[in-house]
T-cell receptor
Framework: DTGVSQDPRHKITKRGQNVTFRCDPI?????LYWYRQTLGQGPEFLTY????????KSRLLSDRFSAERPKGSFSTLEIQRTEQGDSAMYLC?????????????FGQGTRLTVV | DQQVKQNSPSLSVQEGRISILNCDYT??????FLWYKKYPAEGPTFLIS?????DKNEDGRFTVFLNKSAKHLSLHIVPSQPGDSAVYFC????????????FGQGTRLTINP
């Protein structure tokens, strides 16, 4: 399967713990995006990478959140000192290099529950 | 500030009829618009897109219409099928590509047999 892969699919954690999610984009897609979706809302942009460079971060991405894409392939999103408000679906997407007017391909998401 | 709005949280349509989903936006910088479909426990799946230089784009049963002066777009599905039952999201981009998509809240479409 050559789609966007996210791991884990579900994560339950206690408030105050750190969590890390992984995203493997479609091969040779140089752009990678993270979004967050809460119940009843559409996905909200968090950050995006072009190759290994993090080009933009939303104000939603507080200093407890950090994302990396060290070799321009897979990416990780870490949340430190989780809070109940962090409970959401975290979606990763990728898109190919250099093409205008192209869609983003989404993974199945990681559902985070903070208890 | 909700820049992309889908004002109908839900829509119910009879199988075989036309489904029309609507979306309004406020940011004049948006120049590329997309529709995604989402089933429970899955990520959004791309359906169809339209550039601001066009006012219509068709792909099989799906047609997207863009009215730039009204800042409005709509997705038409005809004929509607039971497998079309899902949540539909409208999204917009200011950069002609997929980066930093701004999504609406979604419309839950139910197709009744």
């Amino acid at each position: 399967d050559t789609g966007v892969s996210q791991d884990p699919r579900h994560k339950i954690t206690k408030r105050g713990q750190n969590v890390t999610f992984r995203c493997d984009p479609i091969s040779e897609h140089n752009r990678l995006y993270w979004y967050r979706q809460t119940l009843g809302q559409g996905p909200e942009f968090l950050t995006y990478f072009q190759n290994e460079a993090q080009l933009e971060k939303s104000r939603l991405l507080s200093d407890r959140f950090s994302a990396e894409r060290p070799k321009g392939s897979f990416s990780t999103l870490e949340i430190q000192r989780t809070e109940q408000g962090d409970s959401a679906m975290y979606l990763c997407a990728s898109s190919p290099r250099g093409r205008a007017n192209t869609e983003a391909f989404f993974g199945q998401g990681t559902r985070l529950t903070v208890v | 500030d909700q820049q992309v709005k889908q004002n109908s949280p839900s829509l119910s349509v009879q199988e075989g009829r036309i489904s029309i989903l609507n979306c309004d936006y406020t940011n004049s910088m948006f120049d590329y618009f997309l529709w995604y479909k989402k089933y429970p426990a899955e990520g959004p799946t791309f359906l169809i897109s339209i550039s601001s230089i066009k006012d219509k784009n068709e792909d099989g049963r799906f047609t997207v219409f863009l009215n730039k002066s009204a800042k409005h777009l709509s997705l038409h599905i005809v004929p509607s099928q039971p497998g079309d039952s899902a949540v539909y999201f409208c999204a917009a981009s200011p950069g002609g590509g997929a980066q930093k998509l701004v999504f609406g809240q979604g419309t839950r479409l139910t197709i009744n047999p």
